[in-house]
């Protein structure tokens, strides 16, 4: 078992890797768009849960905590000594800009509404979407124009004067197509209007094309430098890292429309990538909880059959918001260390058939003895109560009576000194039935496919002899 301070650097190395896949996602223009349920309204300022913060507030979130889990690990100085992380945070700053995510979101939003309206339908919803999205817009330049000339006032350093020349660019990118479509709509019409958006998206999409690429540039040396330095210091937080960035890469580096390459289902769920996020799982077993590293290793192979099965995967995009509530659910057992075991259904370990079926195999002679011993003890006493009984039958029965029950209480005892088999036997139920309730994979076309699946993990409980 790993010494607790050992245990909580290699905590902070899986959580980190996790990060860093999270990171990526997040920033990417085609990323996947994880769970946003946003709120009602921001009247007064209400306080939000994570899941109800923005696309952008939670960018910003992961960026921090990337950079608070890089510095504790001594892993964010880069060769030249300067920070890795703030380098990264420029970068991901003027990606979001060139995006301008803002405009980006209400011309998507208009563009919807456009498409679907029919003859008797007015524009006036995407009149009124559009006119909304362009007063945040001003508002966002007006912000990046103050702080420009702050900068430019205080003789900042020439690379933080640029970037903020880069991001108010780019916000203004997003202001003048708003205010063109707009005007388009007015003067020529919804079909007009629908492909000037259509244009527009293109133009912003081409001006976060270089923005990205470098981004992504600097995160691959990023993680190169990470692996390479924490090999040096500590195999298990080198494997720590691994594993934390390859199970949170199956969704945040997915994109659920790839057939080939490095964002597909066949490369991050496939053989090749589920096998060995299995053995790092079984390497770091130590640092888990009893059921954790099995049930992560089932999950993994049930979702290895998923990918291998196109009639499972089903519709891409449906499937990844079932692989979204998985990786949620390992983050959980692993680096919040939820117990599996609080996941199982009520009364699922009476209805497991197998677990009764190995129950049985294992203690089947002291089960038949005793059997057989009530039934002649019951015989026994019948014939006892019974006058015209012949005495030989009274003997046997008496003699299958106390054998039976002696030896089924001599094998009883037996058994009970086998302890590990004991464990093992509630290790492999309880193993079994975690399993089942840690995946969240659609439903199997066949109902056997997700026990066959489960059952083909390689990982077991370690057993105390």
Not at 1 to 26: I, P, T
Not at 29 to 38: K, Q, R, S, T, Y
Not at 380 to 394: E, H, I, S, Y
Not at 404 to 421: D, E, P, R, V, Y
Request: with cysteine.
């Amino acid at each position: 078992m790993a010494n607790a301070d050992d245990a909580h650097d290699v905590l902070a190395a899986l959580r980190l890797g996790w990060s860093v896949a999270e990171m990526r996602g997040r920033n990417r223009p085609d990323g996947p768009p994880g769970e946003v349920i946003g709120m009602p309204d921001r009247v007064d300022h209400p306080l939000p849960l994570r899941i109800e913060r923005g696309r952008t507030e939670l960018r910003i979130e992961i960026q921090s905590v990337v950079a608070e889990l890089a510095q504790r690990l001594r892993v964010d100085d880069a060769p030249d000594g300067t920070s890795f992380t703030d380098a990264l945070g420029d970068k991901a700053t003027l990606l979001a800009h060139a995006r301008a995510l803002k405009a980006a979101d209400a011309l998507q939003q208009a563009h919807g509404i456009l498409r679907q309206l029919d003859a008797t339908d007015t524009t006036e919803s995407a009149r009124q979407v559009l006119a909304a999205a362009l007063a945040t817009q001003q508002a966002v330049v007006a912000r990046h124009r103050q702080a420009l000339a702050a900068r430019q006032f205080a003789h900042a350093p020439e690379a933080s004067v640029q970037l903020e020349q880069a991001s108010c660019a780019g916000e203004e990118a997003g202001k003048a197509a708003l205010e063109h479509v707009i005007e388009t709509l007015t003067q020529q019409g919804p079909e007009t209007a629908a492909e000037a958006i259509t244009r527009h998206q293109q133009e912003l999409a081409a001006a976060a094309r270089q923005p990205w690429a470098d981004l992504a540039e600097l995160m691959w040396q990023f993680d190169a430098h990470v692996q390479d330095r924490l090999a040096a210091l500590s195999e298990s937080q080198a494997i720590g890292y691994q594993l934390g960035r390859g199970l949170a890469d199956t969704y945040w580096a997915l994109d659920p429309d790839q057939q080939h390459g490095s964002a597909s289902w066949s490369f991050l769920l496939g053989e090749r990538r589920c096998d060995e996020l299995s053995r790092l799982t079984g390497r770091l077993a130590a640092y888990m909880g009893e059921y954790t590293a099995p049930a992560v290793a089932g999950s993994l192979e049930v979702w290895k059959a998923v990918v291998a099965a196109p009639t499972w995967l089903g519709d891409p995009k449906q499937t990844g918001q079932a692989l979204y509530s998985q990786i949620r659910r390992w983050y959980e057992l692993i680096i919040l260390e939820q117990d599996p075991t609080t996941l199982i259904a009520p009364a699922a370990f009476i209805r497991d058939y197998r677990l009764l079926a190995r129950a049985l195999k294992i203690f089947w002679p002291e089960l038949a003895a005793t059997v057989v011993g009530l039934a002649a003890l019951i015989t026994l006493l019948f014939l006892v109560n019974t006058g015209g009984a012949a005495a030989w039958a009274k003997t046997l029965s008496g003699v299958l009576a106390i054998v039976g029950l002696s030896l089924a209480g001599l094998t009883g005892t037996l058994k009970n000194s086998a302890q590990a088999l004991l464990k093992r036997l509630r290790q492999d139920a309880y193993t079994d039935l975690v399993a089942v309730a840690v995946q969240t994979a659609p439903p199997p076309p066949d109902k056997s496919a997700l026990q066959k699946a489960i059952n083909r993990r390689e990982l077991t409980p370690a057993t105390p002899n």
